[in-house]
């Protein structure tokens, strides 16, 4: 009710609540504008309407095609490789996704057609096309019309017509009009919905004034409910266009009778559309506009006008005698004798009695009881397959009828995960080993049985020993022996520190559980008050299992000291273990190909092809059509290889030969006659020492100084190395500095077994090992020439390799510098110096001259020992033509050694940048 | 009536001296013409990269920016940028005008040994003795390479471009050739670590330089050896190896102090170049004149054909 109804208001009814009065000064809140009315589907996206006349939909954004950014084909693609193909666009293209479902104009999903529906749903169009067969100009037409069209009229309609039916007709015996005007039996019992009142009793008869008493009629065609469900998208009430109507005329402008109560419209609902007097021709409809066969355009959105109703009183109803009281109608049937009123009192204003007792509700009686019905109920004692009680089991399986011998067919409740596993015939899945005992290597098991067993025996002979004056309790069951050593290995877990070692990491419950557990044993607990920790739905069995476990981990956390587990960390992400990447294609059989090439057999001997996919950018840039649009691999495609496979170290095992063997043959020639025909990188060394034997020892001596010197910056240089594979190579390179580590070196083999099984170790293809070893033994020998030549920068490093290379033991300790780790970062081909010549001395460093004089020197006696050896090689005959060239300068530096070089830098032009690095 | 066409003219060789740049930059590492030959670049190792013209002898500009010593240096096809890379395992990129790097692409884990632009200028190539070449982009700001070539398994030399083609030498004693076009790797094998890598000028033919003192004329298609030049000393350092600009010699860098040409038909040797007394660092031939750059210790000399007048 209004809060500010006032007292003349007082008896005026109003509806719904009333508004929060208005508070001073408060703004009137602006409604939420049109655009802000959002309506979300069932999948989050916002719905428009419009379209409201005809029920609309929504299509692309606000009525126009496209989407917020304007109208965009739908992906386009187009580019070289793959051109925009034209598309034929159907209407389905241009309809939402709504469209196409279910409610949508053009479902998609299977329904039942015309053919195959019920007649009943057609009942109204059947029923209209009799009527207009029978308003037809010639009428029967439509009995033609069924002669010719296909036999649609299913069997049921044929069966019915068959036995007397007409079309328009009722189903059931013939029954007088008179019977149904009659008052209802009250002992007659209807049941579901009540029937609308005025219903079962029609007025339309009541213009019939006349009827024959012994004529029946069929029973009235009644449809009671429109139980037609709204199948269009129209708004509701909203008829379109019926062509039937609009053809053969209806009452639509007849003249709407408020005061019979709606008992012939709810007849006429669904279209009762028997021809009555007086009618016209005419469209009607909630179409648009006026139809062309209409007359006037007077009624063309239905409205509804005060002509339509009477203005004048008039004996509408004979026997109301209400004379157009427009009461409500249940008053006047006020005849009903029967009629009980429940309440009697006064009936508020705007209510009124129900026209019918509400239905009574009916009780029904309970069903009878069978006869050897017994009303107590007992529990059936729920059996474990035990032993003892199977007699009692089986007893009580044949007092309830059923026999569970068979175990497959016992609860699937009961079944464990194995057994139903079994059932089913699955294979074992491969889930996380349930101990960590499983992840130990046989050999480590063994160990720490016998490590168990021992301490358990010290523990059991301590025990004895603590025992043995109390005699009551010598015979100690072994049960108490563990518990006491369980309680010693707390202790001993006291002491370990706080457990970083999460042994069942995998299984959070059972790490938790491993924790607690670890905690009450530091704590000292005995080993029942351990069982509480331990997860109470196991089994018995498998919580002594589980303890058992527990107890073995904290054995192993113990033995494997808290600082060597701090040092690893748990893989956040489990990488593949197992598999390596490895290029699939692989440069192989260097040995073949070093054949080749020292026949000369250039071409397909040492000529690998393969696969090779440049990125996609790369081609791009290029201005090159990318050779394989398809593939996403870039570089060499990689394939997923057993880690541990033997394959992948099979060609590691041959020799590998070096490279400078092929290519230096006269060296070789030389060597072969106390060599092995293929030498490996080890024997360059021998080679280079062979070369300089005289001075090999010296340099030896002074190297392993100067590696002394050098060892620090070596890991430097691994660390900064290649992010590739290559870091290896960088670390034997340096190692080869040291010739007498290489003397001492154990075989390959052993380095193959420790580093190539690592797990850190990306790629073990064989053709890299093969070429790690190559790459040494070129590296190698530009560290070798880095000693006897240098850079002009390098200062410090040029001093301690020409101490290095000359035979004077004058120089015995050397100044370190930074820039050491450029000598050992030296691999391949060295640069070339930066030669002093006289003129322009004062741009170079004092020190190529010396340099210069020292290869000089060397060359000399080298020469020297080559006429003794007759060894030629290239490079030294070079020098030697070097040397020749300049005599003059030869002879003044026969005698140097590195001290003269020394003070023969001293004396000439220093830049000043040198000066500054002494 | 047709004129018969001029004979062409016979292949002259560089054999006199007609400039001489005092680079003061310390050793020269290397010396390129730029790409129409008019100009060249020196690399220093005192961290310079200086633009000469070498035909005048004039020094145009010093470009300073690495942190150590400039390995290798190329010009663009346009002239307007320069690309290096040095021993500070840097590649730069450099605006000729105004001096400045434009870029630095950092991620090789060693020495540059070698940096070569595309034809376009759009992609820097280069190759270190991290045993990778890596092709970064010019375009983008994408501070990693486009893509690496990590297949060799030692440091590389010496890199060279084609149009669709990467040729690399590497010290593992393999010239390796990245086809573009037909999504291939041809790896050539030649035992010895190679020095320096070439196309010959008609795209049919590489040129290696290997470090047992030999030159190798290998077909690009069969890897067949098509000719072997030897006499020259190369053992112990990187050192270019050069066709001159019809094709009809190969010329290679020595550490004995001259520059060698063989014919490249017959393979005898047809000039050796003294130079000086130390090892010719660099060589570079002029793309279309007789006219070679050589770079032995702090200075560079350009060498004309013998009946060449100097203005």
Known sequence: ?918 | MAFPRPRPARPELPRQRVQTLQCGQGAVRAARFNADGNYCLTCGSDKTLKLWNPHKGTALRTYQGHGYEVLDAAGSFDNSQICSGGADKAVALWDVTTGQVVRKYRGHAGKVNCVQFNQEATVIVSGSIDSTVRCWDCRSRRPDPIQVLDEAKDGISSVKLSAHEILTGSVDGRVRRYDLRTGQLCSDYIGSPITSVCFSKDGQCVLAASLDSTLRLLDKDTGELLGEYTGHRSTTYRLDCVLNEQDTHVGCASEDGHVYFWDLVEGSLALSLPVGQGVVQSLAFHPRLPCLLVATQGQVTLWREDNFQPE
């Open chain 1, 1 to 918: 009710a209004a809060e500010s109804s006032d007292s003349e208001e007082e008896d005026l009814v109003s509806y719904g609540s009333a508004l929060q009065p208005l508070q001073e000064g408060e703004r009137i809140k602006k409604p939420v504008p049109l655009q802000e009315q959002t309506v979300k589907d069932a999948k989050g996206r916002y719905q428009r309407f419009h379209g409201a006349f005809t029920g609309g939909f929504s299509a692309g954004y606000f009525n126009t095609v496209g989407t917020k950014e304007g109208w965009t084909p739908s992906a386009f693609v187009s580019s070289r490789q793959k051109r925009a193909d034209r598309t034929i666009l159907g209407p389905e293209d241009f309809m939402d996704e709504e469209d196409l479902s279910e409610f949508g104009i053009a479902p998609k999903d299977i329904t039942t057609t015309d053919d195959f529906a019920s007649k009943a749903k057609d009942r109204i169009k059947e029923k209209a096309r009799q009527i207009a067969g029978v308003v037809a100009p010639i009428p029967g037409t439509t009995a033609f019309d069924d002669l010719i069209g296909p036999s649609k009229i299913t069997i049921g309609v044929e069966l019915l017509r068959k036995m007397g039916w007409k079309e328009g007709q009722g189903i059931g015996p013939r029954v007088k009009r008179k019977p149904c005007r009659q008052k209802p039996d009250p002992t007659v019992k209807i049941y579901g919905c009540a029937l609308p009142p005025g219903l079962s009793e029609g007025s339309e008869d009541e213009e019939d004034e006349y009827q024959p008493e012994n004529v029946t009629f069929a029973p009235k065609d009644v449809m009671p409910v429109d139980l037609t469900p709204k199948e269009n998208v129209h708004g509701l009430g909203y008829k379109g266009l019926d062509p039937s109507q609009a053809l053969f005329g209806v009452s639509g402008r007849e003249h709407l009778n408020l005061f019979t109560g709606g008992s012939e419209e709810t007849s006429n609902l669904i279209g009762d559309l028997r021809p009555s007097k007086g009618r016209k021709l005419g469209i009607t409809g909630q179409a648009f506009g006026v139809g062309a066969l209409e007359e006037e355009d007077d009624d063309i959105y239905a409205t509804d006008t005060p002509s339509k109703y009477d203005t004048v009183l008039k004996d509408e109803e004979p026997g109301d005698g209400l004379y157009g009281w427009t009461a409500p109608k249940q008053y006047k049937s006020k005849k009903r004798p029967e009629r009980e009123f429940k309440y009697i009192g006064k009936v508020l204003a705007g209510f009124s009695l129900a026209s019918k007792p509400s239905a009574q509700i009916k009780i029904y009686p309970p069903p009878s009881l069978p006869r050897n019905y017994r009303p107590v109920h007992y529990f059936r004692p729920v059996i474990v397959a035990g032993n003892e009680n199977c007699h009692l089991q089986k007893a009580l399986e044949e007092s309830t009828g059923k026999l569970e011998s068979d175990p497959a067919h016992q609860s699937r409740h009961a079944l464990s995960a194995a057994q139903r596993r079994e059932q089913l015939g699955e294979a074992e899945l491969k889930g996380p080993a349930p101990s960590i005992m499983e992840y130990l290597s046989e050999k480590d098991r063994e160990r720490l049985k016998e490590v168990k067993q021992a301490s358990e025996q010290q523990m059991k002979a301590k025990i004895v020993s603590q025992q043995s004056p109390n005699s009551r309790f010598q015979s100690a069951s072994p049960e108490d022996a563990t518990h006491k050593w369980q309680m010693q290995l707390g202790r001993q877990l006291v002491n370990a520190g706080s457990s970083d070692f999460k042994p069942f990491a995998k299984n959070p419950e059972k790490q938790k559980r491993y924790e607690n557990f670890v905690k009450s044993l530091k704590q000292g607990e005995k080993g029942d008050a351990l069982e509480r920790f331990l997860d109470p739905n196991m089994t018995a069995w498998e919580r002594g299992r589980e303890q058992e476990e527990f107890f073995r981990a904290a054995i192993f956390y113990r033995s494997s000291n808290s600082t060597l587990s701090s040092r690893f960390i748990r893989a956040k992400y489990e990488d593949d273990v197992d598999k390596v990447e490895v290029p699939r294609d692989q440069e192989n059989d260097i040995d073949d190909k070093e054949t080749a090439v020292k026949m000369k057999m250039f071409g397909k001997l040492t000529r690998d092809n393969f696969e090779w996919h440049p990125d996609k950018l790369l081609c791009k840039r290029f201005n090159v059509r990318d050779p394989y649009p398809d593939s996403s691999v870039v570089g060499l495609p990689k394939v997923k290889r057993d880690k541990y496979s033997v394959f992948n170290f099979l060609t590691v095992t041959e020799p590998t030969t070096s490279v400078t063997q092929a290519t230096s043959e006269k060296i070789q020639e030389s060597n072969s006659l106390n060599k092995p025909k293929k030498s490996s990188r080890w024997d360059v060394s021998d080679k280079e020492q062979e070369k300089k034997d005289s001075i090999s020892e010296f340099i030896s001596l002074a190297r392993s100084k100067a590696d002394v010197q050098q060892q620090p910056p070596v890991p430097a240089t691994e660390e900064c190395g290649t992010g590739t594979t290559e870091t290896l190579p960088t670390a034997v390179a340096d190692e080869d500095k040291n010739p007498e580590e290489e003397s001492g070196r154990p075989p390959m083999d052993l380095f193959k077994a420790i580093f190539v099984s690592s797990s850190d170790e990306k790629s073990s293809s064989s053709e890299e090992e093969s070429d790690e070893e190559q790459q040494p033994t070129t590296s190698e020998r530009a560290s070798e020439t880095t000693k006897q030549v240098d850079v002009p920068d390098n200062s410090s490093s040029s001093i301690q390799e020409r101490v290095t290379a000359t035979t004077d033991s004058g120089v015995s300790s050397l100044p370190t510098s930074k820039q050491e780790l450029d000598v050992t970062e030296e691999f391949g081909p060295k640069l070339p110096p930066a030669f002093s010549s006289g003129r322009f001395c004062k741009h170079l460093d004092g020190k190529e001259k010396h340099r210069k004089i020292r290869e000089r020197h060397k060359t000399k006696k080298e020469r020297k020992r080559k006429k003794e050896k007759k060894k030629k090689h290239k490079k030294q005959k070079n020098k030697g033509k070097h040397k020749n060239k300049k005599p003059e300068k030869d002879s003044s530096s026969d005698t140097t050694d590195s001290s003269d070089s020394l003070s023969d830098m001293d004396t000439t032009g220093l830049s000043p940048k040198e000066l500054l690095r002494r």
